[in-house]
């Protein structure tokens, strides 16, 4: 099956020699060719350039995309789609006043959702789990981590790993797996933290690693929630598995999370909204990706990810939704490249960067995801006529996504 686009308005991120990711100066460039063709064999990009030099043998279906233009589909590199129910009750009591923390300190938070997950049917989560799975795919993501975190106990992590594991069969886009078993405390555990991470290190990850359950290995480093002691000795135990961090960091407080992160090599640190110069200065030369989650500083209402200070330091930066019931019940990227334009002053050739090729070396998917280039899966954005690729921020809250191509299928 070969499948062409012609008459493509603007191609975008189209990159000829693959890269890893781009960085400082460089996020600024987003390479594009107006008036273009994109051909696809099967599930792969076979070819793309300028209309004059479109192919026309061998064709299958030809689709005329006039006006419009045709980009990666977004990579989300942080997200905990697996979890059961809401927490609309927290969002009107911190409407009236209450603290994010004060909630969790009084039994809500991410426990109020442990609880909920862990008397949550597998299959009535994986129900509720694909649901968002396929609302995130129709806004445009192409691939996505999903991390467990909500359950809290044995029994709950598999359960929430498991299901992660099943939509990694039951659905085409690319899905890795995080386990987060270090997200909160359980109360059970109160004064007995040391019990905890034995679970963790001593129950969960032998099993995690027996079921080939996990990709990544998280934990919340954060004050009130895991120490960098803490996140030393659970880093340190997942590289017996093989797990290689991504880690939750400087969300509230800057306490070494991103140093940790550093020296344990981690993908990425994510969060970031609280950054010292130096924490800025830790990442440089490193292959640590920062990963800016603006969903979650605009529902928390808390600092933004200093973006500008990170990009200006020649560092790269990820986007992605952290779609969770507590602090983002959202996965949707076009909103996240427009708060990061709208609230973190970057560009939109930053931000459409930071949610393609960043976001997918933040999941390891460089290789086959994130840009237009010969060989990568075909998957892509085709929007609806549209002035020029800065509309997709400009109009934040209005879909312009005409349809979403998943292994050069059209899924919308
Ligand atoms: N900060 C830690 N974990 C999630 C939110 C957890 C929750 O409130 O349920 C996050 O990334 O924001
Ligand atoms: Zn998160």
Redesign the pocket.
Known sequence: MRLLFTNIKELLQVRETPIAFVSGKDMAVLPTIKNAYLLVEDDKIIDFGKMKNCPTNNITKTIDATGKIILPTWCDS?T?IV?SGN?ESEFVDRINGMS?NAI?NNGG??LN?AKKLQNTTEEALYKQSEQRLKEVILLGTGAIEIKS??GLTVDSELKMLRIIKKLKTNYPIKIKATFLGA?ALPAIFKNKKEKYLNLIINEMLPQIAKENLANYIDV?C?TG?FSVEDTNLILEAGKKYNLTPKI?VN?FTSIGGVQCGVKHKALSV??LEIMTSEDIEALKNTKTMPVA?PG?SYFLNIPYTPARQIIDSGLPLALAT?Y?????PSGNMNFVISSACIKMSMTPKEAINAATINGAYAMGLEKELGSITIGKTANFILTKPINSYSVLPYSFGTNLIESVYIQGKAIK
């Open positions: 942080h905990h979890y927490r994010y969790a938070g991410i959702s975190g909500y997200h919340f954060e929630y939750h969300q994510d969060h989650l979650c952290d969770n019931p507590g602090s983002s």
